[in-house]
């Protein structure tokens, strides 16, 4: 695991943490309020390794020495901070038991992390059978989480007091397949990847979703038609105008996605030159005042 500065182009290795996770990293988050780094490592994975796999939490004010403040024995395939960041999530999937025969299952752990070298569980949300995984995204106000399941079954759920609250306000089925999640800064849309099988194939798309009321939320728009395994990822860029899609595959990279009107009219106005003459206005709108898409015309 490194640690670089990127508030400067080409700046050197500022550290590495190596010895304490013996055998790689599997997730990593930050915490948006304190210097600090989640990292899961991926014990009892590789090379015959049998130590039990944890969550190790970094002290990172200082990115040039970090230092292990605390673990939490788990073994998630996600890890998610609350915006305050209290709170730590651990999406932690099951195997199927090879003896009994017993579906696989997941369960979501909530972490106390206020006092890093002292995280305390809060609570544990088991998933329904056969549901080996799970992504989450609170919204950046704290009192809604977003479940996105294995079985493409989205959830949208009350925050209290650092639990969740109540019932789910609303569950919808997407797709076939979960994926990472990405709420608007102003936590009003969602963005997230759609598997869709139709006659046989199936394919994937990134969707945005309207969840200004989160007891009915509903599909605003979705981007292009992509083939199965090409999307993985979506994040919303800070202030919410641009959608970044992750690729994977043969066609990887990062695709950057205009997600509001204003930046496309602009771009249009640039591209084809002069905006509609007065006279052109009266030839082909007679009767309406003149009001061009672009600047005022001549």
């Known amino acids: 695991m490194r640690l670089r500065d990127t508030t400067r182009d080409n700046t050197p290795l500022l550290s590495t943490i190596g010895d304490e996770l013996h055998n790689g990293v599997q997730v990593i988050a930050f915490s948006p309020t304190e210097p600090l780094l989640a990292i899961s490592d991926v014990n009892g994975w590789r090379n015959g390794n049998k130590a039990p796999t944890a969550v190790r939490l970094f002290d990172?004010?200082?990115?040039?020495?970090?230092?292990?403040?605390?673990?939490?024995?788990?073994?998630?395939?996600?890890?998610?901070?609350?915006?305050?960041?209290?709170?730590?999530?651990?999406?932690?999937g099951d195997v199927a038991d090879k003896t009994t025969g017993r579906a696989a299952w997941s369960r979501l752990d909530s972490w106390d992390v206020t006092d890093p070298a002292h995280p305390a569980r809060l609570w544990t949300h088991r998933l329904p059978t056969g549901i080996s995984s799970l992504n989450t995204?609170?919204?950046?106000?704290?009192?809604?989480?977003?479940?996105?399941?294995?079985?493409?079954?989205?959830?949208l759920w009350p925050v209290a007091h650092d639990r969740l609250a109540g019932k789910p306000a609303a569950t919808t089925q997407i797709g076939q397949y979960s994926s990472p999640l990405s709420f608007?800064?102003?936590?009003s849309r969602l963005?997230?990847?759609?598997?869709?099988?139709s006659e046989g194939d199936d394919y994937t798309r990134p969707e945005i979703w309207d969840v200004?009321?989160?007891?009915?939320?509903?599909?605003?728009?979705?981007?292009?038609?992509d083939s199965p395994g090409e999307l993985y990822s979506v994040i919303f860029s800070p202030?919410?105008?641009?959608?970044?899609?992750?690729?994977?595959?043969?066609?990887?990279?990062v695709d950057l996605w205009s997600i509001t009107p204003t930046p496309l009219v602009n771009d249009l106005c640039e591209s084809v030159g002069d905006p509609?003459?007065?006279k052109q206005w009266r030839q082909y709108l007679p009767g309406r005042p003149y009001d061009p898409p672009c600047g005022t015309g001549g």
């Open 239 to 253: 202030d919410g105008h641009r959608l970044a899609v992750a690729r994977g595959s043969n066609a990887g990279g």
């Open 212 to 225: 200004s009321d989160p007891r009915g939320p509903t599909r605003e728009s979705y981007l292009a038609e």
């Open 184 to 187: 608007t800064p102003d936590g």
């Open 60 to 92: 990172v004010k200082d990115p040039r020495h970090p230092r292990e403040v605390g673990h939490i024995n788990t073994d998630p395939v996600e890890l998610a901070f609350s915006p305050d960041g209290r709170t730590l999530l651990a999406s932690v």
């Open 276 to 278: 509609i003459s007065r």
């Open 191 to 197: 963005a997230l990847i759609s598997t869709i099988i």
């Open 137 to 155: 995204a609170f919204r950046p106000d704290g009192k809604l989480l977003a479940l996105y399941l294995g079985d493409g079954t989205l959830t």
